[in-house]
């Protein structure tokens, strides 16, 4: 089975400085991985995915993780936060199980950036 | 906007009751997936179901139900509500069961409180 577990349920940094937000997955087959985010009162959106291409991903919003089978990791990281990007960010697993192909996700980091 | 509608965005009913929640895909899209989001929780993934037929179950109780019709729109029934059901509920769509790179295109939620 697949599973992801985030590092840190709440993180915080100050305006220009980078973000790193951590997260590690378990997975018997070669995983998809992606990252979304969620902000106040809105559904989750797409940050990026990894789909076993290029280790280094890049999304929207200045945001990139990078893809480390020996650490299992799929850290994401932006080198200077924005007060916009305060948010909810979820990691997340592609399930291979009984030919479903949900997402399964990570308990989620709150993101607070200050000024 | 994703393009996957859902409503109603919010619901009070009572412990006992029973709701039905409404989703529309992204035109195209033939899967559709509900998942529950909790603080204790976090985002779990309910049911999937492509183009008419169950595809695959996850955390979903026997008090839940779902289908999706012929024109793709699901619905997911909920009855003998308890105050634990209490939580935000999304629908997601992708174009296909189990091809493709797996990315979900996430509705903006239907909020629910048992009151």
């Known amino acids: 089975a697949q599973s992801v577990t985030q590092l840190g349920s709440h993180v915080s940094v100050s305006e220009g400085a980078l973000v790193l937000l951590r997260c590690n997955y378990s997975s018997s087959v070669p995983p998809y991985l992606f990252w979304y985010v969620q902000y106040p009162n809105q559904g989750l959106q797409l940050l990026l995915k990894y789909t076993s291409a290029a280790t280094l991903v890049k999304g929207i919003n200045g945001f990139e993780a990078e893809f480390k089978k020996s650490e299992t990791s799929f850290h994401l990281t932006k080198p200077s936060a924005h007060m916009s990007d305060a948010a909810e960010y979820f990691c997340?697993?592609?399930?291979?199980?009984?030919?479903?192909?949900?997402?399964?996700f990570g308990k989620g980091t709150t993101l607070s950036v200050s000024s | 906007d994703s393009g996957v509608t859902q409503t109603p965005k919010h619901l009070i009913t009572a412990t006992g009751q029973r709701v039905t929640l409404r989703c529309s895909p992204r035109?195209?899209?033939?899967?559709v997936y509900w998942y529950q989001q909790s603080l204790d929780q976090g985002l779990q993934f309910l049911i999937q179901y492509y183009n008419g037929e169950e595809r695959a179950k996850g955390n979903i109780l026997e008090r839940f139900s779902a289908q999706q019709f012929p024109d793709l729109h699901s619905e997911l029934n909920l009855s003998s509500l308890e105050l634990g059901d209490s939580a935000l509920y999304f629908c997601a769509s992708s174009p296909r069961g189990a091809g493709g790179t797996g990315e979900l295109f996430f509705g903006e939620g239907s909020r629910l409180t048992v009151l």
């Open positions: 997340a697993v592609r399930s291979f199980n009984q030919a479903g192909t949900a997402l399964i």
């Open positions: 035109s195209g899209d033939l899967s």
